[in-house]
């Protein structure tokens, strides 16, 4: 059936894989990849749909799926349906609207880091001298503490949440151009990013689905 329908291709992300979205009720993390592999090999075969990552990509995938205890032959599976491809970062063009618009909101992101900040040192500064210090043997923090733990957290929201931030994600959206191809993600900043390059895109806790759909509508039972 593959020799008569036009290719589709996807470019994965890392969150596809170990998102929670995808896993049915009791199921492990090595069970769902194996399932979720199930569907590329099925897919690639019967509807000529072909899946692709990066290398910055797979090799952060293979570490956190090792790290997550995902057998070895369940790993060389994915080397055999999700191919391994470089993005051509010399050949693909990107509109220099987009490079301005990306210079626009990291300056805008450094600033609301900056105000951060300054909140974050205003209110050390209307901290006592036994708020540097733990009395009670149940905490783990000081009120300083506190402060600096909450100012990571807005630091972090403020500068990194909904944006590109790794060479990885920049990688899926070099390919995904360089292919005509749609990006498989749960990131929210790669999402944002996809809309600026013009390119499709599919959450990844609705990619199984999207596949088993293409599937039964063209006939192919898989039930796996």
């Known amino acids: 059936m593959s020799g008569s329908l036009p290719r ?5 992300d890392t969150s596809l894989f170990i998102t929670e979205e995808i896993r049915r009720e009791g199921e492990s993390l090595e069970a769902t990849v194996s399932r979720l592999l199930d569907l590329v090999a099925t897919a690639r075969l019967e509807l000529n749909i072909s899946c692709y990552v990066p290398p910055s990509i797979h090799d952060e995938l293979v570490a956190m799926l090792r790290d997550r205890g995902v057998d070895d032959e369940v790993l060389s599976r994915l080397d055999t349906w999700v191919v391994r491809k470089s993005p051509d970062r010399y050949g693909v063009t990107i509109p220099a609207n987009i490079v301005y618009d990306f210079i626009d909101e990291m300056s805008d992101r450094v600033d609301r880091g900056l105000r951060v900040s300054e909140e974050a040192l205003r209110e050390v500064e209307q901290l006592g001298p036994d708020d540097m210090t733990i009395d009670d043997p149940n905490e ?3 009120a300083a503490d506190r402060v600096l733990s909450n100012m990571r957290d807005k630091y972090r929201q403020a ?3 909904g944006v590109l931030d790794s ?3 920049f990688d899926l959206l070099v390919l995904a151009r360089e292919l005509d191809a749609g990006v498989v993600t749960e990131d929210r900043g790669i999402v944002s990013w996809a809309d600026e390059f013009g390119l499709r895109y599919v959450r990844g806790g609705q990619f199984p689905t999207l596949l088993e759909e293409y599937l039964r509508a063209t006939g192919v039972d898989d039930r796996s």
């Open 8 to 12: 589709q291709r996807f470019v994965l």
């Open 140 to 142: 783990y923090m000081t």
């Open 159 to 161: 500068l990194r949440q």
């Open 167 to 169: 060479r990885e994600d």
